[in-house]
C-alpha cells in the first residue's frame, strides 16, 4: 500500500502544525497507522500510533499532552495534531502502516511494513 503524507512546514515554538495520511486507493480499515520522526543525526524514533478499528492510541513520552492523533472517517486518513510545539521536534516525520500490528507492538518501527515519504517539520526558537 502506498502512503501519502501531507502537512509539515515551518513553525515558531510553541506553534501548531498538522500532518496527514492517507493509503492511496485504499480504505483505512484494518490498519495500525504510527509516526515516526528522524532528526540529523539521529535514529529514527516513534512519536505516535492509532489502531484504525478502535482508537487505540499510543504516544512517545516526548509528545504526550502535545500531539494527537486521530482517525478522519472523511478522508479515510489520519491526522497528527501537534501543538505546544518545540525546537527538539524538528525531524522529518514518517507516516507508517501495516495490517498486522499487535497491541503491544504499536510503537515499534519493525511492526510497518509501510511507508510513507518523510515530510520536514521545522520549529524555530
Known amino acids: 500500500v502506498q502512503l501519502q503524507a501531507s502537512g509539515g512546514g515551518l513553525a515558531q515554538a510553541g506553534g501548531c502544525l498538522v500532518l496527514?495520511?492517507?493509503?492511496?486507493?485504499?480504505?483505512?480499515?484494518?490498519?495500525?497507522f504510527g509516526w515516526f520522526r528522524q532528526a540529523p543525526g539521529k535514529e529514527r524514533e516513534f512519536v505516535a500510533a492509532?489502531?484504525?478499528?478502535?482508537?487505540?492510541?499510543r504516544y512517545a513520552d516526548s509528545v504526550k499532552g502535545r500531539f494527537t492523533i486521530s482517525r478522519d472517517y472523511a478522508k479515510s486518513a489520519v491526522s497528527l495534531q501537534m501543538n505546544s510545539l518545540r525546537p527538539e521536534d524538528t525531524a522529518v516525520y514518517y507516516c507508517a502502516a501495516d495490517r498486522k500490528v499487535i497491541l503491544s507492538s504499536m510503537t515499534m518501527l519493525s511492526s510497518y511494513d509501510h511507508w510513507g515519504q518523510g515530510t520536514l517539520v521545522t520549529v524555530s526558537s
Open positions: 492509532i489502531r484504525w478499528s478502535d482508537g487505540t492510541t
Open positions: 496527514s495520511c492517507a493509503p492511496s486507493g485504499r480504505t483505512s480499515n484494518g490498519y495500525t
